[in-house]
């Protein structure tokens, strides 16, 4: 029995047609040809580092170009303009001496004031009355707070009481202190205390409940005790709310005094400026306030002060 060989069908298609070559006998010519065709088309290409000059500017950071101007330039520009423009309304008339007096004549009044003697000694009245009631203040506000925040007795006990006598204007109380202490001293000290009290409070009340509690977890798992615990956690953590507190104490301490040495008063800042008023004299009037916001800076200047050098530890954003 032969077995034969049938022939290839005709029907299915010859890749080397297909393809128009033959497998058994490339064309290295034309793929020759093809290859030297497409490098003469293709764009001629360039090292950038090389041929690349372009004309351009260093990128500056802005911040760097802010810091070419110095600080102190930056923080006077508004306030000389101010006076400037101040001084010119007050020369061409439009700002009269009755309305407002010009810059020029209240330097020459706080000159007089000066030599004479009577702005040093109420500035010297006045501090002491802001001194006097923001101890006392700071003394309560703290005390409360402390009780208030580390002991949920305390807190059922003082919350609500200082949370009713806040609401309360603390300038309506005036005419209450007045009966009650006499026209001396003592009302005058009692309105400032009572101002930088609640400030205080609130600060230092939401500082010590705002500790984060992985903190004191922290902490007694290290094995420190409650006095341990409030001294070396949750004092430190509340330690910048209750300067917070303190800062918006001491405005509060400057308004209080405002009103309390314009009512039945016969010495201070504020005496003089009540003795401006009935002679009309804007001048004295725009020194003494001067005065007040000259000393209620320089006493936000110390607590900034103190709050730098107490909270070294807090990394904080200064700004760009």
């Not at 409360?144 to 919350?159: K, P, T």
């Not at 984060?212 to 953590?237: C, F, N, W, Y």
Request: glycine share 10%; net charge neutral.
């Amino acid at each position: 029995m032969s077995i034969s060989h049938a022939p290839p069908d005709s029907s299915e298609p010859d890749i080397s047609s297909i393809s128009g070559t033959s497998s058994a006998s490339p064309a290295p010519a034309a793929s020759a040809a093809f290859a030297a065709s497409a490098a003469s088309a293709a764009p001629e290409r360039k090292d950038p580092e090389v041929d690349l000059d372009l004309d351009l500017e260093p990128i500056v950071p802005r911040s760097s170009r802010r810091a070419r101007v110095p600080r102190w330039l930056r923080r006077t520009t508004g306030p000389v303009l101010l006076l400037l423009l101040w001084q010119l309304l007050s020369t061409t008339g439009v700002l009269t001496s009755d309305i407002l007096a010009s810059p020029g004549r209240i330097a020459q009044v706080a000159g007089d004031l000066v030599s004479d003697g009577s702005l040093p000694s109420a500035m010297g009245t006045s501090l002491q009355r802001v001194a006097a009631g923001l101890l006392l203040g700071t003394v309560v506000g703290t005390g409360l707070a402390l009780v208030s925040g580390l002991f949920r007795i305390g807190e059922d006990l003082v919350d609500a009481p200082v949370q009713m006598l806040r609401t309360v204007p603390f300038v309506g109380l005036i005419p209450l202190f007045i009966i009650w202490f006499g026209i001396g001293e003592a009302p005058k000290i009692a309105i400032i205390t009572l101002g930088v009290t609640f400030p205080l409070y609130l600060n230092v009340y939401a500082g010590i409940r705002g500790v984060d509690t992985q903190l004191i977890e922290a902490g007694e798992s290290l094995g420190l005790s409650r006095r341990g615990l409030v001294r070396h956690v949750i004092l430190p953590g509340a330690l910048p709310g209750a300067m917070t507190g303190l800062r918006y104490s001491l405005g509060i301490a400057w308004l209080a005094l405002v009103f309390a040495e314009q009512i039945n008063a016969d010495s201070g800042i504020g005496f003089l400026m009540v003795q401006a008023r009935d002679f009309l004299r804007t001048d004295v009037i725009v020194v003494c306030l001067i005065v007040y916001a000259f000393l209620g800076l320089l006493a936000d200047f110390v607590v900034r002060t103190l709050e730098r050098l107490l909270l070294q530890w807090r990394p904080t954003f200064t700004g760009r």
